[in-house]
């Protein structure tokens, strides 16, 4: 069940509506953990076992971390709920990967292999919902956070269905405090703060990401038989999808969770603006970049230990980040182009490329990003290559060409994303009086409708 | 609590205004050349004083020229326009004509030929929810007065799932009538007239809506229905001989139609008796029987030319004359044509 379907419009309205008739709290919260798991099982019923071992896995981890009188003994706790969240992971998304990693090595040393590989389906969201239990249980650990009482507490912020297939991801001490308080709508909701920002994501998805999709598709599909500049649109109107639709989903998730009282974190920051790398990931992914500094990059030291280890712990960030987004080295390589430019802007050489001026800032930062997407969007490191090199002038007799009255498209969409971000457009429509409003938001919606893609691609980041 | 019952009502009247107020802009499909017909009339519609509708025995059948000639040889000047498209069943036509009607585009209409068939408001891909859900042809058809025809259909004649499953895909599609959703692009090559495949510009000129199936060379499908009519021209020499025989054994039965086949006829008859022109129902060169519609013409509900019978017409159902099983080719249709023409003259002179 995809937020741009209209079979989801329903579902939230008996949500909603059933929410806020509801007078206690448990209930309230009872009734959306019901919605959660009805939500998650619209795509895979037996998967939803995942998730509540998952749940059942920290929610005894925690207590058991809280109430450990050793320090052996808190390590045990922790370590079960890294080792389940982790295993489950493990498992589902990166089994296959590294059984043909390893058979390919053992190929290239001679060795003789066979096919070790499992037919494995990847749980939709598993990424994003083991990361928050892993938080829940890391900040028992600690010592940030007490262990809930309550399972259902816990239950629903593992599964709360806005955030749950692809976030934002909400740490544990973000979101159980608000579970602690009954949700009422004059303390808690901004109605009009939350619907500008669905139809915000909304517009980004179903009006403008699927759009773009199928240009990508088509080259991506075979980079070998398109031409350089074609191969340039292609890798830069995936450039914009990839933002419009992650960014789009995380506006709606932040939206409709407001809705109903609950205020998840921004997940992007007008990150095309970005004057470095460094910036950049401050901008993009934000709840994802906030999770790896909290329980990676500073547990291994931070930048508190000098310059080569802190070179070496954003290396690891980045490539464990490049890891999480899927099980192919593509995206492996990914994380290393990033991770080494945020490397090269600490150094002293490289610092000038944060001085640069605007254009060129931005430039450089665009150009690092539509790059290293070359690998994120390829299905191989090969097809990848093939891409550059034609990107890079290498297309030879490839004749074929994506619809060029795409680069218009990319135009305006930078200008767009430059005018929301400097004069806070979205700010400023949900401050105008209520009946504007009201009319106002009634014939934007019946405005934006008809430029809706009939062809709705799925959220790209569901794949991760 | 009121006030913010009068916001959220006073959001949702301005959207149902602003839809409403968008979804007056023309927005033709551009389905299998439905808007290609479409955009010639909005230019051309005056020049048009006949209309045919119906389904691709009628949209690669009807030679408007051929008609027009017969007609003036029996003493009967008209000039048509053939609106035969693709797949077009009595229930999309009746839309067709009812939206066509309504449009203005045809201000000197005074004959309307309709391709009988079954009444059968069915969506025709229940099961491929993608392509229902591109299909722009599906949305355009369902205006209010549409959907109510097809609920009430699908609430009396069909049962169980299949029934439950319509009625819902009815009023998705509904839904999307009503909101304009992705509207957009239908719009913009609306306004723009513009529209790609057949019939193109220069087809329009030349045949007023006609498109031989020969001239579709670039629909695989079609090629690959010509070639497996090729191969089996024993077998559709015999299907036709069989067809005879059996009409020579049961006879041409003719059947009480359904309430809501009857109720279109005679919404028809009284749309077009408004605007002082008439209609006339006939069948393609098809082995099909159509008893209901036989049914409302002995009935005297309806004046009807049948041409599904091979006993009647042999030349039409000859393989030199088709195109493959369904459909005539140019020279088939030529001929078809003609006949049609004729019997339509003298029975209009009759009538007149």
């Known amino acids: ?464 | 609590m009121v006030s913010r019952l009068a916001l959220v009502l006073l959001s949702v009247a301005s959207f149902a205004v602003t839809a409403w107020a968008l979804g007056r802009l023309p927005s033709w499909p551009e389905d299998l050349g439905m808007r290609a017909r479409w955009a010639w009339l909005a230019e051309h519609g005056a020049d048009y004083d006949t209309l045919v509708v119906g389904s691709s025995a009628t949209a690669n059948g009807f030679v408007p020229a051929a008609f027009d000639a017969a007609c003036s040889a029996e003493g009967l000047e008209v000039r048509s326009f053939n609106f035969g498209v693709e797949g077009m069943d009595p229930f999309e036509a009746d839309h067709t004509l009812r939206v066509l009607l309504d449009s203005g585009l045809l201000p000197n209409l005074r004959y309307v030929l309709i391709e009988g068939n079954d009444w059968s408001p069915r969506i025709q891909y229940p099961d491929d929810e993608r392509q229902l859900w591109r299909n722009e042809r599906f949305v355009f058809l369902h205006d209010a007065e549409a959907t109510q025809e097809a609920l009430t259909w699908t609430r009396g004649h069909l049962e169980g799932d299949l029934r439950q499953r319509q009625l819902e895909q009815h009023l998705e599609l509904a839904a999307r009538h009503a909101t304009n959703l992705g509207a957009g692009p239908s719009w913009l090559g609306s306004l723009r007239g513009t529209w790609s495949g057949a019939p193109t510009r220069e087809q329009l000129a030349a045949d007023h809506g006609f498109v031989a199936l020969e001239e579709l060379t670039d629909r695989p499908d079609v090629t690959e229905r010509r070639e497996r009519f090729l191969a089996g021209l024993e077998a559709y020499v015999q299907q036709i001989e069989a067809w005879r025989q059996r009409l020579d054994a049961e006879g041409r039965p003719a059947s009480a139609p359904t309430p809501e086949y009857r109720a279109a006829v005679e919404r028809q008859a009284q749309r077009l008796a408004a605007i002082g022109a008439r209609g006339v129902y006939f069948t393609g060169t098809r082995t099909i029987q159509t008893p209901g519609l036989r049914g409302l013409a002995a009935e005297g509900a309806l004046e009807l030319l049948p041409f599904n019978d091979p006993a009647a017409f042999p030349a039409l159902y000859a393989p030199e004359a088709r195109f493959d099983r369904e459909h005539l080719n140019r020279e088939g249709a030529t001929r078809w044509s003609g006949l049609l023409g004729r019997a339509f003259a003298r029975l209009v002179s009759e009538e007149d």
Request: proline share 4%.
């Open chain 1, 1 to 464: 069940m995809l937020f741009v379907e209209l079979r989801f419009l329903w579902f939230f309205a008996l949500v909603f509506g059933v929410h806020w008739a509801l007078r206690s709290s448990t209930q309230r919260k009872a009734w959306l953990l019901a919605a959660s798991y009805a939500f998650y099982g619209a795509w895979d019923v037996d998967l939803l076992s995942l998730i509540a071992a998952s749940t059942l896995v920290d929610f005894c981890a925690g207590r058991g971390i809280a109430g450990a009188t050793s320090q052996g003994a808190r390590r045990a706790w922790l370590a079960l709920s890294l080792t389940a969240n982790l295993g489950l992971l493990g498992f589902f998304k990166y089994f296959n990967f590294f059984a043909e990693s390893a058979a390919e090595l053992s190929r290239w040393m001679g060795l003789p292999v066979s096919n070790w590989t499992l037919a494995i389906v990847l749980p939709v969201g598993i990424s994003f919902y083991t990361f928050q239990t892993l938080s829940y249980s890391l900040d028992i650990y600690r010592g940030k956070l007490e262990p809930r009482e309550s399972f259902l507490d816990l239950a629903l912020f593992v599964s709360f269905f806005p955030q749950l297939v692809a976030g934002p991801i909400v740490r544990a001490v973000q979101f159980l405090p608000q579970l602690a308080e009954p949700r009422r709508w004059d303390a808690h909701v901004r109605a009009r703060v939350a619907l500008v920002t669905i139809a915000s994501g909304f517009f980004k998805k179903a009006v403008l990401s699927d759009h773009l999709a199928p240009v990508v598709d088509q080259v991506y599909a075979d980079p070998a038989a398109f031409d350089a500049v074609s191969t340039w649109l292609a890798a830069t109107l995936f450039h914009l999808q990839l933002y419009l639709d992650f960014s789009g989903y995380s506006e709606m998730a932040i939206g409709l969770a407001g809705l109903l009282g609950y205020q998840l974190p921004r997940n992007f920051d007008a990150p095309y603006l970005a004057r470095s790398v460094t910036a950049f990931w401050r901008r993009w992914h934000i709840t994802l970049g906030a999770w790896f500094s909290q329980y990676l990059y500073l547990p291994l030291g931070g930048s508190r230990e000098g310059s080569a280890r802190t070179y070496r712990n954003l290396l690891v960030v980045f490539l464990v980040s490049g890891l999480w987004h899927g099980a192919n080295w593509t995206f492996v390589v990914w994380g290393l182009i990033h991770g080494l430019a945020v490397v090269a802007e600490r150094t002293a050489p490289g610092a000038v490329l944060t001085r640069l001026p605007r254009p060129l800032a931005l430039l450089y930062v665009n150009l690092v990003y539509l790059f290293s997407l070359v690998f994120f969007r390829s299905e191989s490191i090969e097809s990848a290559g093939t891409t550059l090199s034609h990107m890079l002038g290498g297309a030879g007799a490839a004749t074929s060409h994506a619809d060029q009255g795409m680069w218009w498209v990319a135009a305006a969409f930078f200008v767009g994303h430059a005018c929301v971000a400097r004069y806070g457009l979205l700010e400023r429509a949900a401050s105008v009086p209520p009946r504007a409003f009201a009319v106002g938001l009634g014939v934007v919606t019946a405005l934006m409708l008809p430029w809706v893609s009939t062809a709705p691609a799925p959220f790209l980041y569901f794949q991760f």
